[in-house]
């Protein structure tokens, strides 16, 4: 038996036979030239064309996906046609290089600029990469490489999965995902969540293992192992079993002691919103509207806008639905918003500071949220990503104000925001922890990255301090405004909507921590929900803060993991 050790991104035990994810598409030759019997006009606008029938063929996917996945897809169609990439590939095709020659090598050069760049942007060359080789396959008329078929369903494994191949597996032929590269915010791990598969990523060495052969995943331990025996067998079934009694929830967050924490869903647009509903999520703890904007050359008119949000609010009427305002910039790029000659993109214009070089676009937003606000029964809370001070907190309060939205708040993913909070919430109404920038933002590790795993955990000691001072900022606030009488000592409350929420163990801590909601992906609501259940809010308080306390993030997570004996029952 060999085993291979990754990072556990989405829990689950599996046995299943190994599907390789075939390689990429080969190079065209090396200084190919122009066909002599061709022009390079008519080179250049087959080019055009086969980005287009890309473009058209991602967007179609688009159209038939939800959420992330729809996110995903819009994003790297606007590749396929990216102004950047065209003009370099035509501007070498007037040397007399092949079409399919001139995209590769136009392929390499952006990709490697945006390499070069780092973080988000870094991430965003795979996409690069893989638009270019779907344009060369359509200029030779053959099928991009695609995730194998397979009679039965398998084990997909691969060095690393392009954005549009994540984005369109079936997971009734998939039933999990091992990848030798990516990190534990790539594109392969956000989908893996979304669809509830069992999934590991950055196991070194996977891509050795034979098609065919049959393995066991254990998605919580981040575990592959070959020539699995009857322990294996036998958990993969009783995980079989469990995921069966962990798929519905009662509609109602608490703890063993009868505290209430609301469980909210993360969404992307309508159709996520109306599963979760389905699912019993008590709301929407943070609805991703950047994904009205993907996938458009323009900014979405008012109309379009107010459809998108309305469609959304109209899932969960009486209930509450926070909006996060346009967080574009860094992975999210948009042409009408985002500069892309950034030298960092993830310390530059994003989320709310594209207010500052495009302004309009985020009032105008809110203008569309409040017009759909009042179409709806839902009760709507709006806040803004990237919020670094008080007075960007103050800002957007007003601009919320005159908008006619009631309840204003902010995102904490930026440290300085954690350690300030109590002064940010004098000026809104609620703060909610955006755990994957802010682990990304303490730990100085890009949450991307396959080797800065280790860093990028949310169970870090540091980022869960930072939690703990989000929450004690919001408690000095309330007895800062109780001595004044200005209003009731409540503290205003403190969410997390990052992908936290999702571990049923992390989950406990954060409670512990004092945080008032949790918001995750629809799938992950009722595993959370059945070990909040197994604790009280003073052995959560006590676990909580004992991995803060710890020295590691392993240490945080086993010490945790070991006190609660539900998490092996469950299969979690």
């Known amino acids: 038996m060999q085993s291979y050790v990754g990072v556990g991104v989405t829990p689950g035990r599996v046995v299943g036979p190994v599907r390789i994810m ?17 022009s390079a006009e008519a080179a250049a606008a087959k080019l055009k064309e086969a980005g287009a029938s890309v473009k058209e063929t991602l967007l179609e996917r688009a159209g038939r996906a939800t959420g992330d996945s729809k996110a995903v897809l819009d994003a790297t169609a606007l590749m396929a046609t990216d102004p950047m990439l065209i003009k370099a590939a035509i501007k070498l095709i007037n040397t007399g290089l092949s079409a399919e020659r001139a995209i590769w090598d136009a392929g390499d050069t952006v990709a490697a600029m945006l390499i070069s760049l780092g973080g988000y942007m870094a991430e ?24 194998p078929d397979s009679p039965v369903p398998f084990i ?144 979405p008119g008012h109309d379009e806008q107010v459809a998108a949000y309305k469609g959304v609010f109209d899932a969960f009427p009486g209930a509450k639905v926070v909006v996060r305002t346009l967080d574009a910039g860094a992975d999210k790029p948009l042409p009408f918003l985002t500069d892309s000659t950034e030298p960092n993109p993830a310390l530059g214009v994003r989320g709310y500071r594209t207010d500052s070089t495009t302004p309009g676009v985020l009032a105008r937003q809110l203008a569309a949220i409040a017009d759909a606000a009042k179409q709806s029964a839902a009760v709507v809370w709006v806040m803004a990503p990237m919020i670094s001070t008080p007075a960007e907190a103050a800002d957007f309060a007003a601009m919320c104000a005159t908008a006619g939205l009631q309840t204003p708040g902010v995102m904490v993913e930026v440290p300085s925001a954690a350690l300030t909070a109590r ?10 922890l955006g755990t994957n920038d802010l682990t990304q933002y303490a730990m100085a590790a890009d949450r991307q990255l396959g080797p800065l795993a280790a860093l990028n955990d949310p169970w870090q000691p540091a980022v869960l301090a930072l939690v703990q001072a989000t929450v004690n900022g919001a408690i000095a606030q309330a007895k800062h405004s109780a001595a004044l009488a200005t209003e009731d000592s409540a503290p205003k409350p403190v969410g997390v909507c990052g992908e936290a929420a999702a571990d ?41 803060e004992q991995a803060v306390a710890a020295a590691s993030a392993a240490e945080a997570r086993e010490l945790v993991r070991a006190a609660l004996p539900a998490l092996a029952e469950l299969g979690l």
Request: proline share 6%; charged share 15%; with cysteine.
């Open 22 to 38: 075939p390689p990429a598409l080969s190079a065209p030759p090396a200084g190919e030239k122009l066909d002599s019997s061709a």
């Open 124 to 147: 965003r060359s795979h996409d690069v990469l893989d638009v270019r080789s779907r344009i060369v396959a359509a200029l030779r008329g053959v099928p991009a490489p695609e995730i």
């Open 156 to 299: 997909l494994v691969a060095h690393d999965l392009a954005p549009a191949d994540t984005a369109t597996l079936d997971p009734a032929k998939v039933i999990a995902l091992v990848t030798a590269g990516g990190g534990p915010q790539s594109h392969t791990a956000i989908i893996a969540r979304s669809l509830g598969l069992p999934a590991v990523v950055a196991a070194r060495g996977v891509t050795e293992l034979t098609d065919g052969e049959f393995v066991f995943v254990d998605g919580a331990a981040g575990s592959i192992s070959t020539h699995p025996g009857q322990n294996d067998v036998a958990a993969a079934q009783k995980w079989t079993e469990q995921a069966t009694l962990l798929s519905v929830f009662d509609g109602s967050g608490q703890l063993a002691d009868g505290t209430a924490l609301a469980l909210l869903a993360n969404v992307g647009g309508a159709k996520d919103a109306q599963a979760a509903a389905a699912a019993n999520a008590q709301g929407v703890g943070l609805l991703r509207t950047e994904f009205c904007f993907l996938g458009h050359d323009t900014e």
């Open 423 to 432: 002064h940010l919430l004098d000026r809104v109404e609620f703060a909610s």
């Open 504 to 544: 049923p163990a992390l989950a406990v801590v954060l409670a512990g921590l004092g945080v008032s909601s949790l918001s995750m992906t629809a799938r992950a609501i009722p595993a959370v929900s059945a070990v909040l259940r197994t604790v009280t809010l003073a052995q959560a308080r006590q676990l909580a």
